[in-house]
């Protein structure tokens, strides 16, 4: 079905960085990160969409986060710069065949195993 690892999660300080790589055994329409803190919902991050790698960013961390997607490796990078603290959690990734752009959890049907930023103030 295809294997979806991260890596690059982390503990820093508010205002430093991490970069966070995914890599897929297969390549699929659309790949996304997602990130989940204790006690909340899974919220979309940032996705990259179709062979164009069209890019879609929460609110939240645009200005801050930058995704990128190389299609030959299959590998999707989050680049997080400038930190806070509330984004802190398990950051998942996820991909999907079907064509339809979101960052709606419920469009992602493949996911990894996640990894853990934990930001300090």
């Known amino acids: 079905q295809g294997r979806l690892v991260e890596s690059g999660g982390g503990s820093v300080q508010a205002g430093g960085s991490l970069r966070l790589s995914c890599i897929a055994s297969?390549?699929?329409?659309?790949m996304a990160w997602f990130r989940q803190a204790p006690g909340k919902e899974r919220e979309g991050v940032a996705a990259s969409i179709g062979s164009s790698s069209s890019l879609m960013y929460d609110d939240s961390v645009k200005d801050r986060f930058t995704l990128s997607r190389d299609t030959a490796k299959n590998t999707l990078y989050l680049q997080m710069n400038d930190l806070k603290p509330e984004d802190s959690g398990m950051y998942y990734c996820?991909?999907?065949?079907?064509?339809?752009?979101?960052?709606?959890?419920?469009?992602?049907?493949?996911w990894g195993q996640g990894t853990q930023v934990t930001v300090s103030s």
């Open positions: 297969i390549y699929r329409y659309k």
């Open positions: 996820a991909s999907d065949s079907r064509a339809r752009a979101s960052l709606d959890k419920n469009e992602y049907m493949y």
